[in-house]
């Protein structure tokens, strides 16, 4: 059933276009948390290796049920909800809309079975669909972005779904793969070309969302900032070069690191990124350095940008090697130079801000509200996605943030330096 008739045929068929496009969006994306979870057995769904990880399952039913109480029930009218004791088990930390199962808990939720999981998803999915078809011109203004925010929404936990069953295998004796290997992406013989330092003018420097297409609130507003001429590395850092800072004794080396993460070194026994299995392991006994990946245990890459890697870890090493960390107005500032590669799609990178609202800021209303800015204290910025990160979904302005000791995502650094 199509849309009700705006005032004129080109209204409506914008109006109408625009409906379908959502759809099939939104078909897409849900289509592909399921093909992500397919390789993975019901036990490997159900699992919850840390507290900052969730299992599969559950991360396939919070996105649905982000939908329907973001979407479908201040929106559709005479919606069910599936089962309304999901609300407490699959909400996130909405204070907002109730209270809710503890985080470190998941784990504990075998029931509802995957195959109710799956049944929710699709209840959702139809209810969403026809509301996309059925709601008055009205509620359709104030729908609309909240459905392009479920989606977002949703690719971040398809990346999440990622780095936590990695975390989980990686716990497991067997280091089992989450798929098969594949080709390497660089040729055997290929050879890595050396890092230049590209300098950047500095100056007054827009920073922020444009404007044009979707972005997360702490993106915005647009604003400006005064940046000195800096320079900034053209390509990440490899596993080569952190390999030699491991065997120069880096993380045996007080004087690198920042206080707090000296103490993470000592505390956690930290001897090199995580996932990397030192030679001779009886995991995966080698007289290399391998790495526990998706694809399982492989020689370590060492052309391949190092990965794994907490906020303490890369400042360490760019102390090492005589750089620092860019900020991320410089980050932003270099991002589209033509002669600067990898700053998408290969590994998130640590900048040297902390998480802070950009001047002017103002959450989104309602329960949307609690999506980014009370995290806003105590984080550090990341820029870049990672080969995680589903398709499309980063772009220049895109603020990631985790606390200095995270390092189960795919978090890795570029250099900077002062002109």
Same mark, same amino acid.
């Given at each position: 059933?199509?849309?009700?008739?705006?005032?004129?045929?080109?209204?409506?068929?914008?109006?109408?276009?625009?409906?379908?496009?959502?759809?099939?969006?939104?078909?897409?994306?849900?289509?592909?948390?399921?093909?992500?979870?397919?390789?993975?057995?019901?036990?490997?769904?159900?699992?919850?290796?840390?507290?900052?990880?969730?299992?599969?399952?559950?991360?396939?039913?919070?996105?649905?049920?982000?939908?329907?109480?973001?979407?479908?029930?201040?929106?559709?009218?005479?919606?069910?909800?599936?089962?309304?004791?999901?609300?407490?088990?699959?909400?996130?930390?909405?204070?907002?809309?109730?209270?809710?199962?503890?985080?470190?808990?998941?784990?504990?939720?075998?029931?509802?079975?995957?195959?109710?999981?799956?049944?929710?998803?699709?209840?959702?999915?139809?209810?969403?669909?026809?509301?996309?078809?059925?709601?008055?011109?009205?509620a359709w203004e104030s729908a609309a972005p909240l459905l392009v925010l479920g989606l977002n929404h949703e690719q971040q936990h398809q990346e999440l779904?990622?780095?936590?069953?990695?975390?989980?295998?990686?716990?497991?004796?067997?280091?089992?793969? =989450?798929?098969?290997?594949?080709?390497?992406?660089?040729?055997?013989?290929?050879?890595?070309?050396?890092?230049?330092?590209?300098?950047?003018?500095?100056?007054?420097?827009?920073?922020?969302?444009?404007?044009?297409?979707?972005?997360?609130?702490?993106?915005?507003?647009?604003?400006?900032?005064? +940046?000195?001429?800096?320079?900034?590395?053209?390509?990440?850092?490899?596993?080569?070069?952190?390999? +030699?800072?491991?065997?120069?004794?880096?993380?045996?080396?007080?004087?690198?690191?920042?206080?707090?993460?000296?103490?993470?070194?000592?505390?956690?026994?930290?001897?090199?990124?995580?996932?990397?299995?030192?030679?001779?392991?009886?995991?995966?006994?080698?007289?290399?350095?391998?790495?526990?990946?998706?694809?399982?245990?492989?020689?370590?890459?060492?052309?391949?940008?190092?990965?794994?890697?907490?906020?303490?870890?890369?400042?360490?090493?760019?102390?090492?090697?005589?750089?620092?960390?860019?900020?991320?107005?410089?980050?932003?500032?270099?991002?589209?130079?033509?002669?600067?590669?990898?700053?998408?799609?290969?590994?998130?990178?640590?900048?040297?801000?902390?998480?802070?609202? =950009?001047?002017?800021?103002?959450?989104?209303?309602?329960?949307?509200?609690?999506?980014?800015?009370?995290?806003?204290?105590?984080?550090?910025? +990341?820029?870049?996605?990672?080969?995680?990160?589903?398709?499309?979904?980063?772009?220049?302005?895109?603020?990631?943030?985790?606390?200095?000791?995270?390092?189960?995502?795919?978090?890795?650094?570029?250099?900077?330096k002062d002109a």
């Amino acid at each position: 059933m199509p849309p009700s008739a705006p005032s004129t045929t080109a209204a409506y068929s914008a109006d109408y276009s625009l409906r379908e496009r959502l759809a099939q969006r939104y078909r897409e994306v849900r289509a592909h948390s399921l093909a992500l979870a397919a390789p993975l057995s019901p036990e490997d769904q159900c699992i919850q290796s840390m507290p900052d990880a969730s299992p599969t399952k559950w991360h396939l039913a919070h996105s649905s049920w982000f939908f329907e109480a973001i979407v479908l029930q201040p929106f559709a009218v005479g919606y069910r909800p599936f089962d309304k004791r999901f609300a407490h088990l699959f909400n996130s930390y909405y204070e907002s809309l109730g209270p809710r199962h503890p985080r470190p808990q998941r784990g504990l939720l075998t029931r509802p079975s995957l195959g109710e999981v799956h049944a929710f998803r699709e209840h959702v999915d139809a209810a969403v669909l026809s509301l996309i078809a059925d709601v008055d011109a009205a509620a359709w203004e104030s729908a609309a972005p909240l459905l392009v925010l479920g989606l977002n929404h949703e690719q971040q936990h398809q990346e999440l779904m990622l780095t936590d069953i990695l975390h989980a295998f990686s716990c497991n004796p067997l280091l089992p793969a =989450y798929r098969r290997a594949g080709p390497s992406s660089m040729p055997p013989t290929a050879e890595l070309p050396a890092m230049r330092w590209l300098p950047m003018p500095g100056g007054v420097t827009p920073i922020g969302h444009t404007g044009e297409g979707f972005a997360f609130d702490n993106e915005t507003p647009r604003h400006q900032v005064l +940046l000195p001429p800096f320079r900034i590395a053209d390509r990440l850092v490899t596993c080569g070069e952190y390999a +030699l800072f491991v065997a120069d004794g880096g993380y045996q080396r007080p004087a690198l690191w920042l206080s707090d993460g000296w103490a993470m070194v000592q505390a956690q026994g930290w001897q090199a990124p995580a996932y990397w299995i030192s030679p001779g392991d009886p995991r995966a006994p080698s007289a290399e350095w391998q790495e526990f990946s998706l694809r399982g245990v492989r020689s370590l890459d060492t052309r391949a940008p190092v990965s794994h890697l907490s906020f303490y870890e890369a400042a360490a090493y760019a102390e090492w090697a005589g750089a620092r960390l860019p900020t991320e107005f410089e980050w932003e500032a270099a991002y589209g130079t033509s002669a600067i590669t990898q700053m998408i799609g290969e590994q998130w990178q640590w900048t040297r801000s902390s998480y802070d609202p =950009y001047p002017g800021f103002r959450p989104l209303c309602g329960a949307a509200s609690e999506y980014n800015g009370k995290f806003m204290v105590g984080q550090l910025v +990341l820029r870049g996605g990672s080969s995680a990160t589903p398709a499309g979904h980063s772009r220049g302005s895109y603020r990631n943030f985790f606390p200095p000791a995270a390092r189960w995502q795919f978090s890795g650094l570029r250099l900077a330096k002062d002109a």
